[in-house]
């Protein structure tokens, strides 16, 4: 059983799905995280929809249930230096996006796993992912 947990964009997509088998750990956990970088690509999908304002409506309640996680000046200080060693590590730097080091600075930040299907978080240092 995990007791905190943060999800990457794909679980909670995989959570709202209601013909999907959606991720079960996050059942099992006893507080759900949202980085902040996971809600704007969810309101990025939403806008792209054809749906965009119930998209919206279902982001704002997941929002509401999940504590969000906010960054600060912490969260950049891990970010820059996550991506300064990716730079130096060409295999990182092509398997993780952008907004997945954000995403990975936040974790490790607050010492939370990664519920993720995205295989580019498997080499961050520090980064515990779960794949369901």
């Not at 964009?9 to 996050?26: F, G, H, I, Q, S």
């Not at 304002?53 to 820059?80: D, F």
């Not at 796993?113 to 080499?123: E, H, Q, S, V, W």
Request: proline share 5%; charged share 25%.
């Amino acid at each position: 059983m995990t007791d905190r947990i943060a999800v990457d964009t794909n679980a909670v997509v995989e959570y709202l799905r209601l013909d999907r088998d959606y991720p079960k750990r996050l059942d099992d956990a006893d507080e759900v995280f949202l980085p902040l970088t996971v809600i704007g690509e969810l309101f990025y999908g939403a806008a792209l929809s054809e749906r965009p304002e119930y998209h919206r409506g279902t982001i704002a309640r997941i929002v509401k249930r999940w504590t969000p996680l906010i960054p600060n000046v912490e969260t950049s200080r891990i970010y820059g230096d996550m991506r300064a060693m990716a730079s130096r590590t060409p295999i990182l730097l092509r398997a993780a996006k952008v907004n997945d080091f954000w995403i990975a600075a936040l974790c490790i930040q607050h010492g939370l796993p990664l519920l993720t299907n995205d295989k580019g978080f498997d080499n961050i240092a520090h980064l515990t992912v779960i794949h369901w």
